[in-house]
């Protein structure tokens, strides 16, 4: 220990004479590009909005997973082309294993669930909150990393299940004072998609890559659609059969595209039917138009606007029973979504309703000499087993200069250890709401 300790000692000493009184020459304190810090006041407002996410889950009676943030890379290796897995975090580790930063968190449910295996009780409703990953390159200058709510269902073939997860996603939106004039739900179904390639005789394996360039037809021109789509083999003719059916404007229409026995309008019709039961019908809208740019959809799609049209989606969801087999695992009905940290809080400012929780305490507890330390320090134990938030302070001050200290923590209370009082077993109290002072036995302090 002292061996290293001297190496150490040289390496500043010397380093101290390069850079003057300083240690050593300044590290780069900004965190890895792409990545943000969370100072205490970034924190408060990340613990409120997980608090919310969470609150909600539970609500809806979800159990809380987690599962590491690398992932081996074979978990994400898709070949549809999607941005999410064209963007993997992805490396070599020591031991030569193809790892990666987890871009979703989906895959990682559908590990587990495998894993569990028979032990599963079906149906099964998880939620999760976690830190998501991708690679970008500099020129985009996007964030690199964020967190993803995602709530899902294990086990249930029906709409029933996007239905209660689109009644969590309003119930979210309502608990932090958003409305139906804020916010739509647009919902679709990738059945349509899959019924008019069938009709115009696309193959089936290259079903998951349509729906993914489709994905694109908002963030780019149409003719660079059709250049992807042709890449892959679809022939312009069904393109505009294809970008056709996302123009319907209800499932009314839907149901004569693609006849009355169609799978997609008897599911988006059930939904509907449901969304009416919530009473959150209103937040919903039919929107062919939405695919969503997962690979592994295979149902009902749905992703959170806001009306004004400003902002990327907020959340997005849908159905995907092809997961576990993809796996290799024995097929299981699943859906379910994600909810990112970014986009939100973007809306919520934009609303004016985004929370500022405050760093605020109890009560201060202050000795008024250092003899009274320890009694001091005994009072802060006894407030905080009856579980008060106490700050003690913790270095000699004056009476000053602890009531501005209490003032700006904004706090309730200043329980100053004075001796005289202490000699009779009492603490000063000043309620700094009330404005009033008494003399308080230490057996009565915590209220
Ligand atoms: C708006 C935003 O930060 N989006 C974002 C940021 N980081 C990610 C990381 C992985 C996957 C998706 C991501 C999405």
């Not at 899902?152 to 689109?166: C, I, K, N, Q």
């Not at 499932?251 to 959150?280: D, I, N, Q, T």
């Not at 006894?382 to 700050?391: P, T, Y």
Request: proline content about 5%; some cysteine; overall charge neutral.
């Amino acid at each position: 220990k002292s061996e290293s300790r001297s190496s150490a000692g040289k390496i500043a000493e010397s380093a101290g004479k390069a850079s003057g009184s300083r240690g050593s020459a300044m590290i780069d304190t900004q965190p890895p590009r792409g990545t943000r810090d969370f100072f205490p006041e970034d924190m408060r407002l990340r613990n409120w909005l997980f608090g919310e996410f969470a609150a909600v889950s539970q609500g809806f009676g979800f159990e809380q997973f987690d599962a590491p943030v690398l992932e081996s890379e074979e978990l994400f290796v898709r070949k549809a082309g999607e941005e999410i897995t064209e963007q993997l975090y992805n490396f070599e580790d020591k031991g030569q294993r193809r790892v990666a930063l987890r871009p979703e968190l989906t895959p990682s449910l559908a590990r587990l669930v495998l894993q569990k295996g028979k032990a599963m009780q079906l149906p099964a409703k998880w939620f999760a909150i976690g830190q998501c990953w991708r690679y970008e390159r500099m020129t985009r200058g996007r964030r690199r990393e964020h967190y993803q709510w995602n709530m899902d269902v294990v086990g249930v073939p029906g709409v029933e299940a996007e239905a209660e997860l689109l009644a969590a996603i309003v119930a979210f939106f309502e608990r932090v004072g958003l409305t139906a004039e804020d916010v739509v739900l647009k919902v679709s179904n990738r059945k349509v998609l899959q019924a008019v390639c069938a009709r115009y005789g696309v193959p089936d394996e290259s079903f998951a890559r349509v729906c993914v360039i489709v994905d694109k037809l908002d963030k780019m021109p149409r003719e660079k659609v059709e250049e992807e789509l042709a890449a892959i083999g679809v022939p312009p003719a069904t393109v505009d059969g294809v970008l056709g059916a996302l123009g319907l404007r209800s499932v009314e229409e839907l149901g004569a595209l693609l006849g009355p026995e169609s799978e997609a309008v008897a599911e988006l019709g059930r939904l509907f039917e449901l969304a009416e039961g919530y009473g959150y019908k209103d937040w919903l809208s039919f929107d062919p138009s939405v695919v969503r740019g997962l690979a592994y959809y295979t149902g009902t799609v749905f992703e959170g606007r806001d009306r004004a049209g400003k902002l990327r989606a907020i959340c997005g969801g849908g159905r995907y029973d092809r997961l576990l087999a993809a796996f290799g695992g024995e097929a299981q009905p699943m859906a379910g979504f994600g909810f990112g940290d970014a986009v939100i809080v973007e809306l919520l400012k934009d609303k004016g309703i985004l929370p500022a929780p405050a760093h605020t305490v109890d009560d201060v507890v202050v000795p008024l000499d250092a003899a009274l330390r320890p009694a001091a320090s005994g009072i802060a134990t006894r407030l905080r087993r009856a579980g008060r938030r106490v700050d003690l302070v913790l270095e000699a001050k004056k009476m000053k200069w602890a009531f501005k200290h209490a003032e700006k923590l904004g706090a309730k209370r200043l329980l100053l250890v004075g001796a005289s009082e202490w000699e009779r077993g009492c603490v000063v109290v000043k309620d700094l709401a009330a404005f009033e002072q008494k003399e308080v036995p230490v057996a009565e302090l915590a209220p």
